[in-house]
């Protein structure tokens, strides 16, 4: 019999669970679509990315997704069958709330292994290819945005001109950039190249564009003073339209490198990765004594309290991650008080519906 209620009650749970993860994931999907096509008309991506850029997200999306949607997935099966009236019937076979969390908290501790895998170790490395690709589309962008074929001025000294772009958009072929600036009465400099492409110096943040087998004329022609120079490699400091700082992310430092860290922006880091697993575990847990409702209770009273409840929950994990960063609250307190929090009202709820009584009694 009670091999057959697990059975029962996880198909149940399983049912809304995924229905509500596909809802959620996707109008964060959606949301994150329209945010990159905006992007892309306005001229700071391509649109070939716009795609890739997505599917990496989608990841990302999965993990904080998963916890509120497997707790929500709870309320909906346990809800229905309360108004059924099937668990009274459940009840008057001698079956209590400890059978209902067993096969609960089973399929949630594979479910919190499986998504501490993707929080720890998957999520960190699709968020740092992401931000990889995100940068090389700029970078793609910034030089499309440049154009080809027609003169630009930079940084209002600096008259651009390139013959054409790459197949690939990466880099500039045949150009020359002519600065006005006079340095030391030298007169004015011209920069002719076969090809050039942006390049950005890690410690300092520029951005340089890289020309390629060329020669850099220096001086007033006909004068003695007048200087060729030929080069492979020459890089100019330029800030191109469209630049934005693309820098490495904490989302995307692997877990490894934040264990042992004294830093606490990667302390909170860690704890965020950490409490995304737990959460599973934490709503489950409170989604039980939520779920509990008589047959002439609206269908959606529980509901809605209980999503008002894990909007919360996931609220104060966000500031307690604040505050552990800025220094407000201690690291070895950093975001366990949200989750420890949560588990003092699971119980209260669960004193207040009197199912710790019968929790005793179905043993």
């Given at each position: 019999m009670i091999r057959v209620f697990d059975r029962y009650l996880l198909k149940q749970v399983i049912r809304g669970w995924l229905v509500v993860t596909v809802i959620l994931w996707l109008i964060l999907v959606s949301n994150r679509m329209v945010r990159y096509l905006a992007e892309a008309a306005a001229g700071e991506i391509p649109g070939s990315v716009v795609f890739k850029l997505l599917g990496l997200k989608m990841v990302w999306y999965l993990v904080h997704v998963v916890p509120f949607a497997l707790a929500l997935g709870v309320i909906i099966g346990l809800g229905r069958m309360y108004r059924d009236n099937e668990m009274t019937v459940m009840a008057s076979c001698g079956i209590g709330p400890r059978h209902v969390y067993k096969p609960l908290l089973a399929f949630g501790a594979v479910v919190t292994v499986l998504l501490g895998w993707l929080s720890l170790y998957v999520s960190p490395a699709v968020e740092d290819l992401s931000l990889q690709v995100r940068a090389e589309a700029e970078q793609r962008a910034d030089l499309t945005l440049l154009g080809a074929g027609r003169f630009n001025i930079i940084q209002g000294r600096l008259t651009f001109y390139a013959e054409r772009l790459s197949d690939d958009g990466k880099q500039m072929e045949n150009l020359f950039i002519v600065d006005g600036r006079r340095n030391n009465n030298k007169g004015q400099q011209l920069i002719k190249a076969r090809s050039a492409y942006r390049k950005r110096d890690e410690e300092s943040g520029d951005d340089f564009l890289m020309l390629v087998d060329g020669y850099r004329y220096e001086g007033n022609p006909g004068m003695k003073d007048f200087r060729v120079m030929k080069?492979?490699?020459?890089?100019?400091?330029?800030?191109?339209?469209?630049?934005?700082?693309?820098?490495?992310?904490?989302?995307?430092?692997?877990?490894?490198?934040?264990?042992?860290?004294?830093?606490?922006?990667?302390?909170?880091?860690?704890?965020?990765?950490?409490?995304?697993?737990?959460?599973?575990?934490?709503?489950?847990?409170?989604?039980?004594?939520?779920?509990?409702?008589?047959?002439?209770?609206?269908?959606?009273?529980?509901?809605?309290?209980?999503?008002?409840?894990?909007?919360?929950?996931?609220?104060?994990?966000?500031?307690?991650?604040?505050?552990?960063?800025?220094?407000?609250?201690?690291?070895?307190?950093?975001?366990?008080?949200?989750?420890?929090?949560?588990?003092?009202?699971?119980?209260?709820?669960?004193?207040?519906?009197?199912?710790?009584?019968?929790?005793?009694r179905s043993a």
């Amino acid at each position: 019999m009670i091999r057959v209620f697990d059975r029962y009650l996880l198909k149940q749970v399983i049912r809304g669970w995924l229905v509500v993860t596909v809802i959620l994931w996707l109008i964060l999907v959606s949301n994150r679509m329209v945010r990159y096509l905006a992007e892309a008309a306005a001229g700071e991506i391509p649109g070939s990315v716009v795609f890739k850029l997505l599917g990496l997200k989608m990841v990302w999306y999965l993990v904080h997704v998963v916890p509120f949607a497997l707790a929500l997935g709870v309320i909906i099966g346990l809800g229905r069958m309360y108004r059924d009236n099937e668990m009274t019937v459940m009840a008057s076979c001698g079956i209590g709330p400890r059978h209902v969390y067993k096969p609960l908290l089973a399929f949630g501790a594979v479910v919190t292994v499986l998504l501490g895998w993707l929080s720890l170790y998957v999520s960190p490395a699709v968020e740092d290819l992401s931000l990889q690709v995100r940068a090389e589309a700029e970078q793609r962008a910034d030089l499309t945005l440049l154009g080809a074929g027609r003169f630009n001025i930079i940084q209002g000294r600096l008259t651009f001109y390139a013959e054409r772009l790459s197949d690939d958009g990466k880099q500039m072929e045949n150009l020359f950039i002519v600065d006005g600036r006079r340095n030391n009465n030298k007169g004015q400099q011209l920069i002719k190249a076969r090809s050039a492409y942006r390049k950005r110096d890690e410690e300092s943040g520029d951005d340089f564009l890289m020309l390629v087998d060329g020669y850099r004329y220096e001086g007033n022609p006909g004068m003695k003073d007048f200087r060729v120079m030929k080069f492979g490699e020459y890089g100019v400091r330029i800030d191109l339209p469209g630049v934005q700082q693309v820098s490495s992310k904490l989302v995307a430092t692997p877990t490894a490198r934040l264990f042992g860290s004294s830093d606490p922006e990667k302390r909170a880091e860690l704890q965020w990765r950490l409490a995304m697993p737990l959460s599973v575990i934490v709503l489950l847990f409170l989604a039980v004594p939520l779920s509990k409702s008589s047959p002439r209770q609206g269908r959606y009273v529980r509901l809605v309290m209980a999503v008002l409840l894990f909007v919360v929950y996931y609220n104060l994990l966000g500031a307690a991650k604040v505050w552990v960063e800025q220094g407000d609250v201690p690291p070895s307190v950093g975001l366990w008080w949200v989750p420890l929090l949560t588990v003092i009202l699971t119980l209260v709820l669960l004193n207040s519906n009197r199912l710790v009584c019968r929790f005793g009694r179905s043993a």
